[in-house]
């Protein structure tokens, strides 16, 4: 269990290093003026999002010999202001353990996102909330709690691609099907996937009063 967990966190930070080394060389090279108007936020992102990944999922429960099964995730994200987003999202995954289980599950969870640098075209997010976590057709369902970590890398205006992981915590020790001791379960979801980015106000750059233009600077004088 402990190797799978290590090959999980590996291949998610050379993932954040990959693209944390393409943000930086096109950093360089397209370099943007940032300033309190966002211009950078509303030229590439915007307030509206619609967001999917796929990834893989894996238990942590009383059953040895977790596997990493499907998962897959589809949602909608409003931001608040630049830095803070309050998202919806719908989970498609399964989790099981070798030669003994494997079982759909599916969650509806409500998190407050922060994207720590808005204005930049790599920036790293954080978030946490609370979800329904429910087995197929609904036959079993109940509360959770959950919180992760993640990039995003700006690819062109109005898409961005991601790179996430979540841990989240159940309040019941009968996910995998086995009640023994007093730990409830617990699972981890990892994925990549796409931002879009749509519908947004304020999508023209917008020019501060006081900037210079050709009106401003050339100004017509009446004789």
């Not at 996910?175 to 699972?187: H, I, P, S």
Request: proline content about 4%; hydrophobic content about 35%.
């Amino acid at each position: 269990m402990i190797s799978n967990y290590k090959q999980l966190f590996i291949i998610f930070f050379l993932c954040l290093f990959v693209l944390q080394s393409s943000a930086q060389n096109k950093n360089e090279e397209d370099k943007e003026t940032i300033d309190k108007s966002h211009e950078f936020f509303y030229k590439y992102r915007g307030d509206n999002v619609f967001t999917a990944a796929l990834g893989t999922a894996v238990i942590n429960g009383d059953f040895p010999d977790p596997l990493f099964e499907f998962y897959g995730q589809v949602g909608f994200k409003r931001y608040i202001n630049p830095y803070v987003n309050v998202n919806f999202t719908y989970n498609k995954f399964n989790l099981a353990h070798k030669n003994i289980s494997n079982t759909g599950y599916m969650s509806f969870d409500l998190n407050v996102e922060s994207t720590i640098m808005p204005d930049r075209f790599f920036t790293p997010f954080v978030f946490a909330g609370a979800g329904i976590n429910a087995s197929n057709y609904f036959n079993e369902t109940g509360m959770k709690i959950q919180g992760g970590f993640g990039i995003e890398y700006i690819i062109m205006e109005d898409f961005g691609v991601k790179l996430f992981t979540d841990y989240n915590h159940t309040f019941s020790d009968d996910l995998d099907g086995k009640v023994y001791g007093k730990a409830n379960d617990t699972f981890w979801r990892i994925a990549f996937g796409l931002n879009y980015y749509f519908g947004n106000s304020n999508k023209k750059q917008q020019i501060p009063e006081d900037a210079p233009t050709i009106i401003n600077s050339n100004p017509i004088i009446h004789k």
